[in-house]
């Protein structure tokens, strides 16, 4: 059977934010910007809920009908980062900072340090996130989600870029069609974040 796909609105915002704070609660990248389980659980939601209202504003978030699992996506014009980052965009990350978590400089280093590493010069579909539910994990939703998207960069000839946290998420990526671009990020003492770029197949291509 299908996964039934929606793309969420106003009405959604608390459920996708509560989704995405459990699914990221483990992940290395979250982990490294809120160091500390009992300061994660209490502070994370806040980032999360930023990330979910400038896609709400500015993409789409796609959910999945059972609100189980959502992706967020930006479209990115040729020459534009993808993530705030030109035209003082270092403006904007400090103001994520204060509003998030003003004692936190990470907050607005992980903003400024995946900006650097943002490809520019085509226009793209931007994975910025995609949280699966604890207990749904495994299921296909996130390729699911994922596959619905990319179906449509490849009837458009339309390129998607994302960064991967973990070497099992390459791992998952690389079967869609994504390859590593550059070199992995290093985060100042934490783990590698790796951005991958994955150009439209032709018609007929193999899956």
């Known amino acids: 059977m299908g996964v039934a796909i929606r793309t ?3 009405d959604d915002r608390e459920l996708v934010v509560r989704l995405l ?3 990221f609660q483990d992940d290395p990248v979250s982990s490294w910007v809120f160091p ?5 659980r209490v502070t ?3 980032l999360m809920a930023a990330f979910t209202d400038a896609t709400l504003a500015d993409g789409r978030v796609d959910l999945v009908e059972d609100g189980s699992a959502c992706a967020l996506w930006m479209s990115v014009p040729a020459g534009d980062p993808g993530h705030g980052g030109a035209d003082g965009g270092d403006d904007e990350f400090a103001a994520l900072r204060h ?3 003003p004692d936190n400089e990470r907050v607005e280093m992980i903003g400024r340090l995946t900006a650097g590493i943002h490809p520019q010069g085509r226009a793209h579909e931007y994975l ?3 949280g699966v539910a604890p207990g749904r994990q495994g299921e296909g939703l996130g390729t699911a989600l994922i596959g619905s998207v990319l179906d449509r960069c490849d009837r458009e000839g339309r390129a998607a870029y994302l ?3 973990s070497e099992r998420s390459v791992r998952l990526y690389r079967r869609l069609g994504f390859e590593l671009t550059g070199e992995p990020l290093r985060l100042p003492g934490g783990p590698l974040m790796y951005p991958m770029w994955r150009e439209p197949r032709a018609a007929g291509a193999q899956a």
């Open 8 to 10: 969420a609105g106003g």
């Open 128 to 130: 910025w996130m995609i």
């Open 44 to 46: 994370h939601h806040r």
């Open 99 to 101: 509003a998030v978590d």
């Open 163 to 165: 960064e991967a946290s």
């Open 21 to 23: 704070d459990e699914a």
């Open 36 to 40: 500390g389980a009992e300061y994660r």
